[in-house]
């Protein structure tokens, strides 16, 4: 139930779209049926296969980003919430994304009763769902006397998924103003979260994330240059200051794309941590500027941990040949060094504090970097 199958149409084409999914799945679906828009994609929905408490969604034509983002907050939530959701959509009359996304941030409202013969139970529920906060200096409260009371109020409505109540003192409020999406981690997978502000408006974007999630985030502030919007991390989810600092410091005066590029390769935890700042040791250059080039030929440097010698490198070179170490017995037969040295010599490789450093490949830093940022390193 955590999920949304719905058919989308575009002309006389259709396909199966089932939420939450990718960037890359949702495109794939959108080629299928000929959808060319991509920062904002709309298609009608000709069924609602699951849930069908989200039936009157058919016939409509919606944002796909919205009922994605909707699909991520349900998938949020355990069964007992979405069932409370589809009643007070249904008792409401909700009929769009917008609509039912708010509803998700207002769902403390309601209470869904499905077993209506305990009301000891029923009005334990009750308080601690709709007035978790609310003491009393006579002991436990009578439950049994309010959960009769709550059985008997006129703030209740049948629903087909149950009795639903709702808490009138509690007044529904406008998370979603329909263009920019509010703040939900639905992972808590990232590296950093970063607020974007625009025209009064804010964004969130959790990175490292696909280039058209950062796309379509900008588009519904109403820009499609990164330079004009306003950037500040509020989460940063390594325990590391000097990669805070870094990342403070990028988003200031790099442009966001390159922020994102920084956090991919560094978004496997401290390994990539590690790596990136062997590389800046390497070329002895710890600059944004070149940071941000390091991050984007990331892949075309290798670096081995904990190396001290040549002899070390070597075997780490064989390793890499064959996919298993040596043979004890054939130890005596191999020069492990001269295979080190060679690695020095053919690939530029460097041993530094934490390890040891070579290119992958036959250009030089120069053509790897720029030669603007080598004449920085050498002034």
Same mark, same amino acid.
């Given at each position: 139930?955590?999920? =949304?199958?719905?058919?989308?149409?575009?002309?006389?084409?259709?396909?199966?779209?089932?939420?939450?999914?990718?960037?890359?799945?949702? &495109?794939?679906?959108?080629?299928?049926?000929?959808?060319?828009?991509?920062?904002?994609?709309?298609?009608? =929905?000709?069924?609602?296969?699951?849930?069908?408490?989200?039936?009157?969604?058919?016939?409509?034509?919606?944002?796909?980003?919205?009922?994605?983002?909707?699909?991520?907050?349900?998938?949020?939530?355990?069964? *007992?919430?979405?069932?409370?959701? %589809?009643?007070?959509?249904?008792?409401?009359?909700?009929?769009?994304?917008?609509?039912?996304?708010?509803?998700?941030? &207002?769902?403390?409202?309601?209470?869904?009763?499905?077993?209506?013969?305990?009301?000891?139970?029923?009005?334990?529920?009750?308080?601690?769902?709709?007035?978790?906060?609310?003491?009393?200096?006579?002991?436990?409260?009578?439950?049994?006397?309010?959960?009769?009371?709550?059985? *008997? *109020?006129?703030?209740?409505?049948?629903?087909?998924?149950?009795? %639903?109540?709702?808490?009138?003192?509690?007044?529904?409020?406008?998370?979603?103003?329909?263009?920019?999406?509010?703040?939900?981690?639905?992972?808590?997978?990232? %590296?950093?979260?970063?607020?974007?502000?625009?025209?009064?408006?804010?964004?969130?974007?959790?990175?490292?994330?696909?280039?058209?999630?950062?796309?379509?985030?900008?588009?519904?502030?109403?820009?499609?240059?990164?330079?004009?919007?306003?950037?500040?991390?509020?989460?940063?989810?390594?325990?590391?200051?000097?990669?805070?600092?870094?990342?403070?410091?990028?988003?200031?005066?790099?442009?966001?794309?390159?922020?994102?590029?920084?956090?991919?390769?560094?978004?496997?935890?401290?390994?990539?941590?590690?790596?990136?700042?062997?590389?800046?040791?390497?070329?002895?250059?710890?600059? %944004?500027?070149?940071?941000?080039?390091?991050?984007?030929?990331?892949?075309?440097?290798?670096?081995?941990?904990?190396?001290?010698?040549?002899?070390?490198?070597?075997?780490?070179?064989?390793?890499?040949?064959?996919?298993?170490?040596?043979?004890?017995?054939?130890?005596?037969?191999?020069?492990?060094?001269?295979?080190?040295?060679?690695?020095?010599?053919?690939?530029?490789?460097?041993?530094?504090?934490?390890?040891?450093?070579?290119?992958?490949?036959?250009?030089?830093?120069?053509?790897?970097?720029?030669?603007?940022?080598?004449?920085?390193?050498?002034?």
């Amino acid at each position: 139930m955590k999920q =949304i199958a719905l058919n989308i149409q575009n002309g006389k084409e259709e396909v199966e779209i089932t939420f939450p999914c990718t960037e890359k799945d949702l &495109n794939k679906a959108l080629e299928v049926v000929g959808i060319k828009e991509r920062l904002a994609p709309k298609g009608v =929905i000709t069924e609602v296969l699951t849930p069908k408490g989200l039936s009157m969604l058919e016939y409509q034509e919606v944002n796909l980003d919205e009922i994605n983002y909707l699909a991520n907050l349900m998938d949020t939530n355990d069964a *007992s919430d979405i069932k409370t959701f %589809l009643a007070a959509a249904e008792v409401n009359s909700y009929r769009t994304p917008k609509d039912l996304i708010n509803l998700h941030f &207002n769902l403390d409202r309601y209470m869904l009763i499905e077993d209506k013969t305990d009301f000891k139970a029923i009005g334990r529920r009750y308080m601690l769902t709709m007035h978790p906060a609310q003491k009393t200096e006579k002991g436990e409260p009578d439950y049994e006397g309010i959960g009769k009371e709550v059985m *008997s *109020s006129k703030h209740r409505e049948k629903t087909q998924y149950g009795l %639903l109540i709702t808490n009138e003192d509690c007044n529904p409020q406008e998370v979603y103003d329909g263009q920019v999406f509010p703040f939900f981690s639905f992972t808590n997978k990232e %590296l950093l979260i970063v607020e974007a502000e625009y025209g009064g408006k804010k964004e969130y974007l959790y990175l490292p994330a696909p280039k058209i999630t950062i796309q379509k985030a900008l588009g519904r502030l109403g820009t499609e240059n990164p330079e004009e919007c306003k950037y500040e991390m509020i989460e940063f989810y390594e325990d590391s200051e000097k990669w805070e600092n870094l990342f403070e410091h990028l988003l200031q005066e790099q442009n966001i794309y390159d922020v994102n590029a920084v956090a991919e390769k560094i978004d496997d935890g401290e390994w990539g941590f590690t790596k990136l700042s062997a590389l800046m040791k390497y070329v002895e250059d710890d600059s %944004l500027e070149t940071l941000v080039k390091l991050a984007k030929k990331y892949d075309d440097f290798e670096f081995l941990e904990g190396a001290q010698d040549l002899d070390e490198v070597g075997r780490y070179a064989l390793f890499m040949s064959f996919g298993c170490d040596v043979a004890d017995e054939l130890e005596d037969y191999i020069n492990f060094e001269g295979i080190g040295k060679h690695m020095q010599d053919r690939y530029g490789g460097k041993f530094i504090d934490v390890g040891f450093v070579y290119k992958v490949g036959n250009k030089t830093l120069e053509e790897m970097l720029g030669d603007r940022v080598m004449e920085q390193k050498m002034q």
